[in-house]
């Protein structure tokens, strides 16, 4: 199945983001070993598609539990870089 995390950051998140980017990245890496694969993911940015506001990761998993699982083990989420976030059944059309 497949699976949008859809987070948008806190009001603090650039040095957050900046300190955690290393370990975000090794577990993105490391997908598989927490049951996901991911199809496609980057952040959301202001217009200068430089300033980050967010993030979209499109993954597959086995269920929805699974995909909830591997996105609060991301280090961003544990180090509260999102101020919200959600996990939604996606189904690809095109």
């Known amino acids: 199945m497949l699976f949008v995390i859809h987070a948008i950051d806190a009001d603090d998140a650039?040095?957050?983001?900046?300190?955690h980017y290393s370990a975000h990245f090794a577990f993105l890496d490391e997908a598989?070993?927490?049951?996901?694969k991911i199809i496609m993911s980057g952040?959301?940015?202001q217009d200068d598609e430089k300033t980050p506001v967010g993030s979209?990761?499109?993954i597959e998993a086995a269920d929805?539990?699974?995909?909830?699982k591997?996105?609060?083990a991301d280090p961003f989420y544990e180090a509260n870089v999102w101020k919200?976030?959600?996990v939604h059944t996606f189904v690809?059309?095109?």
């Open 14 to 19: 650039a040095a957050k983001r900046e300190a």
């Open 32 to 36: 598989e070993k927490h049951g996901a």
């Open 43 to 45: 952040p959301l940015t």
């Open 56 to 58: 979209i990761l499109v």
């Open 64 to 68: 929805h539990a699974t995909a909830e």
């Open 70 to 72: 591997f996105h609060h």
């Open 84 to 86: 919200q976030s959600s």
């Open 92 to 94: 690809r059309r095109r």
